[in-house]
C-alpha cells in the first residue's frame, strides 16, 4: 500500500516553470529524447556504450572509435562506389521525413546528415545480413568478440539511439535480398521466434519492436492494487510450461500475461487430490495469481528503462510494460517478497542478489506517469482479496499454524490432544452422571 508523502493540512502552492515545454510533434514523430527526469534516475541506461546510431549521439567523443568499423562496413557493402549514389538519392528525398520522427531539432544538415543516415542504416543492414548467415561470417570482428556483439546489440535497443524503421526497410529494398528487412531484424535480436516477422508489421524502430514483442492482448483499465503477500491469502504460481520447444519460445513472449485464477476454476478432482496430498489442505481454496517467469539479468534494466521511456513520451495510455513494472513494484517491496517469487521459479534471478532485484524494480517506477493500466482488472480483484475479512484471518491461520509441514503437523496432533482431553473429560463426566 502507498502512503502520501505530504500532509494535507499544509498545503504549499509554488509557481514554478514546466522543465520542458509541451510541444505539439508532428504525426511522424517516434524517436525521443528521453525526459530529464527519467535520465536523471539513472543516466547510463539510455546511453549508448559502444555505438551511436542516428544524429541524438552523434557527437558524443566517446562513441567515435567505432566510425572506423562503419566505414569498414560501408566499403564492404558498397564495393562498388557508383552503388552508393542511389542509397543516397534515397535518404536526400526522405530527409524531411526522416527528420519529422525526431522530438528533437536535428542540427545536423545537408550532406553531413545523409551521409552520417546513410552510414548507420549501411552498417545495421550489414550487421543483421552478417548475423543472419552466422556459419559464413563468424571470423567477422564483431561477430566473432561475444561481449562486442552482445553490447553492440544492447545499444541498439535504446531510445535515443535509433533509426526510422521505414528508412532501413526502403534501403535494404534496393539490396535484393528475398527476406525481407522485419525478419532480419526478428532473427537478429528474437532468434528462433520464426513466426514473429508478420506480427511486427508497423513498428517505429528498434525499441518500438521489442515492445511490440511482449504485447498483450488490448485491455486498458485504471490501476489502485494494494496487495500483501502474507495477508491476502494469495498463491504466487508460474503457469504451467509447455513441453515442446516451440511452444516454449511462444511463452517466453508472454510475460505480460498476468492472470487470477480463482479456486472454482481449478478442476474440483485436482482441488480434492490437493486438499488430501497436501498437508496444509488449504491451499485447495486459495487463489493463485499466475505470473509469467521473469528473467532478470544484466540487460533487463537497460532494456525495460528504454521501453517505459518510449511509452512515456509515445505510448502514454497504452503504457502496458509500465503497467507491468507497476504491478511488480507493488508486489515486490523487499528482498523477501523476491526471494518467495524465485522459490515459487516466476522469478529468475542472474543477478546474484535478491535485494539486487527488489531495488531495480523498485527504482524502475521512479518518475514514470500512469494514466491507465492494462491490468485493473487483476487489481480490484486483488483489493477485493485483500479486504475481504474470510481471506485475512484465513491467511493469517495459515501463516501462524500451517506455515511449513513441521508447524502443520504440531498443530494436527495439538487439535487431536486437545480434542482426545475433551472427550476423555466428557466421558467421565456422562458416565459418572450415569
Known sequence: MMSSATDS???????????????????????????????????????????????????????????????????????????????????????????????????????EFVNMILLDSIFIIELFRMTDKWEDNENDYILSKPWLDEGIRY????????LPLFILIDLYSQVGDNKCFIT????????????????MEGVKHFTDLHR???????????????????????????????????????????????????????RPTSCLMNCFINFSGFKCLQTRLLVPQFVVDDGTEELFRNLMALEQCHYPSKAYICNYIVLLDHLINSKEDVELLVDKKVIVNSLGSNKAVAEMVNKLCLEIVEVYSYYRHIADDLNK?????????????????FRDIWRGTATVVGVFVLLITVLNFLKSFVFKNI
Open 9 to 111: 493540512s499544509h498545503k504549499i502552492e509554488i509557481e514554478t516553470q514546466n522543465e520542458e515545454p509541451a510541444i505539439q510533434w508532428p504525426s511522424e514523430c517516434c524517436i525521443y529524447n528521453v525526459p530529464k527526469r527519467l535520465r536523471m534516475v539513472k543516466k547510463e541506461a539510455y546511453t549508448p556504450k559502444l555505438i551511436s546510431i542516428g544524429p541524438i549521439h552523434f557527437e558524443n567523443p566517446e562513441l567515435k572509435d567505432m566510425k572506423m568499423l562503419k566505414q569498414r562496413y560501408y566499403e564492404k557493402f558498397f564495393h562498388r562506389p557508383e552503388k552508393a549514389k542511389k542509397f543516397e538519392s534515397i535518404i536526400e528525398k526522405n530527409e524531411d521525413r526522416i527528420r519529422k520522427c525526431y522530438a528533437e531539432e536535428i542540427s545536423t544538415r545537408g550532406k
Open 212 to 266: 511490440n514483442f511482449y504485447r498483450p492482448p488490448p485491455l486498458d483499465h485504471l490501476l489502485d492494487p494494494k496487495t500483501d503477500m502474507d495477508t491476502a491469502w494469495l498463491i504466487f504460481q508460474k503457469p504451467k510450461e509447455s513441453q515442446s520447444e516451440e511452444k516454449l519460445l511462444i511463452e517466453k513472449r508472454h510475460l505480460l500475461n498476468i492472470a487470477l485464477q480463482k479456486p472454482w476454476e481449478i
Open 184 to 199: 532480419l531484424a526478428c532473427n537478429y535480436f528474437f532468434p528462433k521466434h520464426k513466426e514473429l516477422p508478420t506480427e
Open 155 to 162: 545499444d541498439l535497443i535504446l531510445l535515443e539511439n535509433q
Open 385 to 401: 482479496l485483500y479486504d475481504s475479512r474470510w481471506n485475512r484471518n484465513m491467511a493469517s491461520l495459515i501463516n501462524v499454524y
